[in-house]
């Protein structure tokens, strides 16, 4: 009798393939056990596993390939897979989905014709060979009405390239690779050929661009380029600041 339960119990136990919910930890004869969050979702993907193997046909998709070894690959995304339910699984996931919108989108931009570039006008580029830093000078002001503190450049260029007019751009500490980026700092370049770029190290304040507050002017006879910038009075503006503003003068850097 308890040779015939054994096989009972044995055979039971090989055909039934689901999940055993009876005979788990925390759960009562005959009600079904407490399934783990582990243990569902290995179900879950199981079922989906099933469902995709007798929905999806694996020789029409493009992207599946057996190689030498037995294994198998997406060749959309470069993974590689034991078994088929995995590149089934894998089909379902973000990254095979999001590269597969992917290369719809730019099929689709494929198809729609290709677009003609507008035609660049065949200007010949020029290069001139460096003749090194130009002369410049920097006088600190400030305004006696509103107490804005101002600089002014003077840049000499006296063998600028005829027809050419000195540039200048205002850049952040975090453009430059010359230094560690200190967002108290911003810099100045100028630039003209055949002339080295300069730039000048400036605190990092907001820069008052209204009438008057801001102007550049170039004297093409003595080929002299001046810039003149005020700051914005902060709120609130310590006197460290406005002594560092006071005894700091901006030089070239290397």
Known sequence: ??????????FFCISERKMDFQNRAGGKTGSGGQASWSDMNRDRRERLRQL???TIDLAKDPYFMKNHLGSYECKLCL???????????????????????RRA????????????APARPNV?????????RPGYKVTKQRDPSTGQQSLLFQVDYPEIVDGIEPRHRFMSAYEQHIEPPDRKWQYLLFAAEPYETISFKLPSREIDKSDGKFWTHWIAETKQFFIQF?????????AAKKTQFASSMPAPMD
């Open 1 to 10: 009798m308890i040779f015939r339960c054994d096989v009972v119990f044995l």
């Open 124 to 132: 010949p580029l020029k290069k001139f060979i460096k003749i090194g």
């Open 105 to 116: 989108a730019k099929e689709a931009k494929e198809q729609g014709g290709p677009q003609i």
């Open 52 to 54: 995709a193997l007798e």
């Open 230 to 238: 005020h700051y914005k009075i902060e709120k609130g503006m310590d």
């Open 79 to 101: 993974t590689l897979h034991n078994n088929e339910g995995s590149y089934l699984a894998h089909t379902q996931g973000k990254k095979h989905q999001a590269n597969l919108a």
